[in-house]
């Protein structure tokens, strides 16, 4: 605890007056502005944001901030669970420096730092490596209870269809129980895996599933406990769930991993920048291919940290340059047959990340096959040198508009889905590394909330309008001069 903080209060407690001083002085929330809609007899919220996970706090906080009251969070995890950070991530430590500001909106108050500091003093802070898995997910849920969002838990999200008239309708379903609620804007901010799941090799399914899993799935790591362990992968979450595999007590885990090498070099740290956050979406298409293909191809390396967990146990072994060629079911293992060699394995963990595939999202069917994708808007050409792995990441995102829209394949083909935001990271191809990332997720949220005000305001002109001709709060009562002709 600080020095200055009286005993008997809490850091927290000042860093929270201080916060409520400051938000009170920059007169955030805004008021209350646009007006309220029915529909055939029921109430239209403004809007609703699904998925509340960093992103989803973070977007509606920004629209809190705008004087966009009228608006829900749904999760389906139950509360302290909302994201990965407590469930499929299993890194010891954030990667992000300490010091990034993440969803603070521009407040000290809000930043990591501030409630670190808050919380264990600032001798603790100078002390601090890296962020702790764990405290991040705290501080995630302290923002989401000093900000008021609105978020309800236990909500599975079913359906979203957006109609002609104005309005999207959503199906929510909760303990069982099914209802449609309406909204003029719908926000997608579900998760890396928000427009798909996960990546698994077709192969995988040559096999019963009691003897793989993903690295998204919950995994009994505590079964695996001398046995032989195969994860797939060489990016960070392979190195962590070989850890976790390894700190449970398995007695062998192989790494097998498709590359000849480890990247070594975090090629997107060289142009972090203000510029990069507010400038890529206005690069021309060739540009923000040419930047994100590079980017792609040379691959993001695992943490220092991350792979030193793993190679620190005698029975961690890494083999580069491995590609599964077949898998074989054997009584009570599985054979893994590569290019190189083969192997025994009684669980494999398949480390691949995710992918875009809407087939995997029910919720989004009745629109699925209407949204604009970048394999839609533009062809490379052949100069870029893209190879085939970047070309289809690339091409299989949509294409979206200023405010993180999805736009129409075919114009007129579904009225209204220009009210279904993707503030998910498949957005990067059309604004950068906004939506998914923590350093510049409230850059991400304030441009989500900027458009979907302004689209408000102007659809709501009318009713502005009015209000403009019949204020009538005087500034002067007539008694103040005397006219003498």
């Known amino acids: 605890m600080n020095a200055n903080v009286e005993i008997g209060v809490s850091g927290l407690d000042v860093l929270e007056a201080r916060l409520a001083q400051d938000m009170a002085w920059l007169k955030i929330p805004a008021p209350a502005w646009t007006p309220a809609i029915e529909k055939d007899g029921q109430h239209v919220s403004d809007v609703i944001v699904i998925g509340a996970g960093m992103a989803g706090i973070t977007a509606s906080a920004m629209l809190l901030r705008y004087g966009i009251h009228d608006q829900v969070v749904y999760d389906e995890a139950r509360e302290g669970l909302e994201g990965p950070w407590l469930t499929y991530a299993r890194m010891d430590t954030l990667r992000s420096a300490k010091d990034l500001v993440g969803p603070a909106m521009g407040l000290p108050a809000l930043t990591f730092r501030a409630y670190y500091e808050a919380r264990f003093g600032t001798e603790a802070w100078q002390g601090l490596g890296k962020i702790p898995r764990r405290l991040w997910a705290e501080y995630l849920l302290w923002l989401r209870k000093v900000l008021n969002i609105p ?9 979203i269809q957006p109609r002609a008239d ?13 209802q449609t609620v309406l909204a003029r804007h719908v926000v997608l901010a579900n998760g890396r895996d928000g427009l798909g799941g996960p990546a698994v090799p077709a192969i995988a399914h040559q ?3 009691k003897y793989w899993a993903h690295s998204a799935e919950a995994i009994g790591f505590a079964a695996l406990k001398d046995k032989r362990v195969i994860v797939v992968g060489g990016g960070a979450s392979a190195m962590d769930n070989a850890a976790t595999a390894l700190e449970a007590g398995a007695g062998r885990v192989d790494m097998l991993i498709r590359r000849k090498d480890l990247p070594r070099v975090h090629k997107f740290n060289g142009i972090k920048s203000m510029g990069v956050v507010h400038g890529f979406a206005a690069l021309p298409d060739d540009w923000k291919w040419r930047f994100l293909g590079y980017v792609f191809d040379e ?3 695992p943490p220092g940290p991350s792979v030193l967990r793993v190679s620190k146990h005698a029975n961690a072994h890494f083999h580069l340059g491995n590609s599964i060629f077949d ?5 009570n293992s599985v054979t893994v047959v590569t290019n190189n060699k083969t192997y025994e394995a009684d669980f494999i963990i398949f480390a691949t990340g995710f992918k875009v595939d809407l087939a995997q999202r029910p919720e989004l069917n009745a629109i699925a096959d209407k949204i604009k994708f970048w394999s839609d808007r533009y062809t490379p050409p052949a100069s870029l040198n893209l190879t085939p792995g970047a070309l289809k990441e690339l091409q299989n995102t949509p294409d979206l508009g200023p405010s993180f829209q999805f736009l129409e394949k075919t114009p007129g083909a579904c009225p209204g889905l220009e009210r279904v935001h993707c503030y998910t990271y498949p957005a990067v191809t059309s604004h950068g590394k906004l939506s998914g990332d923590i350093p510049a997720i409230s850059e991400g949220a304030d441009r989500l909330a900027r458009g979907i005000i302004s689209e408000l305001f102007v659809e709501d002109k009318e009713k502005h309008f009015h209000n403009l001709c019949i204020f009538s709060e005087p500034e002067l009562t007539g008694s103040e001069w005397h006219d003498e002709g």
């Open 299 to 301: 691959s993001t390396p």
């Open 327 to 331: 898998l074989k079911e054997n009584a």
């Open 166 to 178: 104005g309005v999207v309708q959503v199906t929510r379903v909760q303990n069982g129980q099914a």
């Open 207 to 209: 096999i019963d599933k």
């Open 151 to 159: 978020v309800q838990n236990g909500i599975k999200v079913t359906n």
